[in-house]
């Protein structure tokens, strides 16, 4: 089975500063990983994912990725964020032997003018 | 492009009352999945339909049904709520059941069940 942990809850930042959002898996097979977005009363919006070859991911609205096999972790960061940016963070993982997606607890960013 | 549609947006049970979340999606994907939101839980998977015709089981399923009507729809139903049912419900899809394709998810219906 996989698992997906989130470490921060809450990350606030201020406008135009960078942010790191920490996601580290577990998982006895290969994975898929992903980031999406849920802006408040919305469905969640796919930012970037990871299936094979480059580590380093890059996605909408500025954001990146890095998997790193290692540390079983795919941390997202952005090099200065908008006030836009305010949202719910969501990582999540599928395996290449199911179907089924699992998600971390996610991370509300909150972006201080 | 209406992607994956959910209705309704809102709904209020009371203890007991049954109910049919509806999902309906345009892009022709062969897997759907149900999922709930709840605080500080993230979104845990209730069922999935793999294709037309099958459905699993997710995490949390007790308490619910689902029906693949066909290959645009798939729905939840609620036999007889109760208020740990409280949640926020998302459908979404994927294409032909894939694990390296993407999730695409409605915009979610908001249950609360008194």
């Known amino acids: 089975a996989q698992s997906v942990t989130q470490l921060d809850s809450q990350v606030p930042v201020f406008e135009e500063a960078p942010v790191e959002l920490r996601c580290n898996y577990s998982s006895s097979v290969s994975v898929y990983l992903f980031w999406y977005v849920q802006y408040p009363n919305q469905g969640l919006q796919l930012l970037l994912k990871y299936l094979s070859g480059s580590t380093l991911v890059k996605g909408i609205n500025g954001f990146e990725a890095e998997f790193n096999k290692s540390q079983t972790s795919f941390h997202l960061r952005k090099p200065s964020v908008h006030i836009s940016d305010t949202a719910e963070y969501f990582c999540?993982?599928?395996?290449?032997?199911?179907?089924?997606?699992?998600f971390g607890t996610g991370t509300s960013l909150t972006v201080i003018p | 492009n209406a992607g994956v549609t959910q209705t309704p947006k809102f709904q209020v049970l009371k203890t007991g009352q049954s109910m049919t979340l509806q999902c309906a999606q345009d892009m022709n994907h062969n897997s759907m999945y149900w999922y709930r939101q709840d605080p500080g839980m993230g979104l845990r998977l209730i069922y999935y339909?793999?294709?037309?015709?099958?459905?699993d089981k997710g995490e949390v399923p007790n308490g619910y049904n689902v029906s693949r009507l066909n290959k645009r729809e798939f729905s939840l139903r609620l036999e007889s709520a109760a208020p740990s049912q409280t949640s926020v419900y998302f459908c979404?899809?994927?294409?032909?059941?894939?694990?390296?394709?993407?999730?695409?998810f409605g915009n979610g219906t908001r249950l609360t069940v008194t």
């Open positions: 979404a899809s994927s294409e032909a059941g894939s694990e390296n394709s993407p999730l695409h």
């Open positions: 339909s793999a294709s037309e015709g099958t459905t």
């Open positions: 999540a993982v599928s395996s290449n032997t199911g179907n089924q997606f699992y």
